[in-house]
């Protein structure tokens, strides 16, 4: 949390002033009655003038608990730290207390704020989002919000603002400053997920924890499936209904959805059935579309970045603003990464005032086709020793899409599960698809192998030289053995404000001169699905 500084205050005075407020308080209890016989206006002004005396009385207690936890004279023996002395001092639990003393530092650290409580301009419940949002927060982002004009910012946030909006324009704005602290939130989110079925005689209820991006995917899906409320039943029930009908869906004969039985080498084992059902996959990802909004410098620094690291540069994100859901909560580069490998991608121009101006294009990253040929070849994720079964895969960019430009093409897709997905846009790893059998090996920029196929190493699982069967891709190749690849990561750095110019690919059957009102122009693909 911030660093707090307390100024002087006199003790009598407080002291003498908190009990005429705690006399003037019990007057109050024992005149309570006849509210319903007052005006509208009048009950409304009682309850204005009691919600700015909480927020008084708020920062007034802020400074109190800080110079306490400071002083240390509360906690007693058998007290862990000084949120457990609160609690016991107050009963009313540790996380209340935690949450209190949270408060309490947010208060303290930002004056600006704390005038907003007393004012009656910022609600505490906006102040504890506040303390929530920042709890993790790294030097930067702190020492940007308690700047003053931040701080201003801040205030002129929550007058507007429901809590839930407020939350996310925090978020924001500690991700425009400190990058880093999105990447460690969602790591932190992602680490303590889980989900639980537990079965009762009264029925199974379900209980879990996910990610902002994991649960707007699924959020997403579930209005998808179009429950609405009626006379029968509530929007609970509905979506209930519509999280039951996602599970019958995609167990209701999906190709790609059975385990496939491996040898003790990790390869799949003859199946015709499923062979055929392979065959028949629609080629669509069973997955909801999620949209995200990508500022134009978010999206250029994301491919600076990961180019940067690359080149054994600093791979440090410089601040931009974030890309950020529907709902306004700012997205990990990480998480942006993984989802501009196999996604629509359009563009909007926007005005000053945030105001849409123009729309161009869309392009379907992987049409069905090629994702049905990537299924037949790959089955399941081509992670080593994952056996997550194709319908709840992805096809990845080997050479990634918005870093290497690489094409989307059969040869360049790999099918990989959510998780591995996230892990190799995490990592930045390289992959190489090895001849034979078809399996992948997984690399560090530096060469270190991540994952290989069982019972292989490094140089027997890819061979080289004349006769190899090996196809490289992405650059995988170590620094200093063999020649390095034109196309590889790192071996340019186009300027994303020029026109890209690329020699044109013979098996294209045609090559057009680039739409200057387009995004970006890439040569034709033949086995790419154009969508206007």
């Not at 407020?21 to 005149?31: I, K, M, N, Q, Y």
């Not at 007034?60 to 400071?70: C, F, I, P, S």
Request: charged share 30%.
């Amino acid at each position: 949390m911030f660093e707090t500084t307390l100024r002087d205050a006199d003790a009598s005075w407080i002291l003498g002033a908190l009990d005429a407020l705690v006399e003037s308080g019990d007057r109050l209890a024992s005149a309570h009655g006849g509210f319903e016989r007052w005006s509208g206006r009048e009950r409304g002004r009682a309850l204005r003038a009691l919600d700015r005396l909480a927020g008084s009385l708020a920062t007034v207690r802020a400074g109190l608990l800080v110079a306490e936890r400071a002083a240390h004279t509360s906690v007693r023996p058998g007290d862990r730290d000084f949120e457990a002395a609160r609690a016991r001092a107050t009963r009313t639990g540790l996380g209340q207390a935690r949450r209190e003393v949270q408060q309490a530092d947010t208060l303290v650290a930002l004056p600006a704020v704390a005038q907003g409580v007393r004012d009656g301009d910022v609600p505490l419940p906006h102040v504890d989002a506040l303390a929530r949002v920042t709890a993790h927060a790294g030097d930067e982002a702190r020492a940007a919000l308690t700047s003053p004009e931040t701080q201003q910012r801040l205030v002129g946030l929550a007058r507007r603002q429901t809590v839930k909006e407020f939350t996310a324009s925090v978020a924001r704005v500690v991700a425009e400053h400190e990058p880093a602290a999105v990447e460690r939130g969602v790591a932190a989110q992602r680490r303590e997920r889980f989900f639980i079925m537990s079965q009762q005689p009264e029925g199974t209820f379900l209980r879990g924890r996910l990610d902002h991006a994991a649960a707007e995917a699924l959020r997403v899906a579930i209005a998808g499936v179009g429950m609405a409320p009626d006379e029968e039943r509530d929007k609970r029930q509905a979506d209930a209904d519509a999280l039951v009908a996602l599970a019958e869906r995609a167990t209701a004969g999906m190709a790609g959805v059975r385990r496939r039985t491996r040898d003790p080498n990790g390869l799949p084992l003859p199946d015709p059935g499923q062979d055929v059902a392979d065959a028949r996959v629609s080629g669509v990802a069973n997955r909801p579309s999620v949209s995200l909004i990508v500022p134009a410098e978010t999206f250029v620094e994301l491919r600076d970045a990961q180019r940067r690291r690359e080149t054994g540069e600093e791979a440090t994100i410089r601040p931009v603003p974030p890309a950020l859901l529907e709902n306004g909560m700012p997205v990990a580069m990480s998480q942006l990464a993984r989802v501009l490998c196999d996604c629509e991608l359009g563009r909007i121009v926007m005005s000053a005032e945030g105001l849409p101006l123009d729309v161009g294009r869309t392009q379907r990253l992987y049409s069905g086709a090629q994702r049905r040929a990537v299924i037949v070849r790959d089955r399941a994720c081509a992670w080593n020793g994952c056996d997550v079964p194709a319908a709840y895969c992805e096809v990845h960019h080997i050479r990634w899409w918005d870093r290497d430009l690489g094409r989307t093409s059969v040869e360049n897709g790999v099918l990989l599960c959510g998780h591995h997905h996230t892990t190799v846009h995490a990592l930045g790893l390289a992959i190489r698809r090895l001849g034979g059998p078809v399996r992948y090996e997984f690399t560090r920029r530096d060469g270190r192998v991540v994952s290989v196929p069982p019972g292989g190493d490094r140089d027997a699982a890819a061979p080289r030289g004349a006769g190899s069967t090996a196809t490289r891709l992405a650059g995988a190749e170590r620094p200093g053995r063999g020649s390095p690849d034109p196309g590889a990561p790192g071996q340019r750095t186009p300027d994303p404000r020029v026109p890209e110019q690329r020699t044109p690919d013979p098996r294209a059957p045609e090559q057009r001169t680039p739409d200057p009102r387009a995004p970006e122009q890439r040569t034709p693909d033949p086995g790419v699905l154009d969508v206007a």
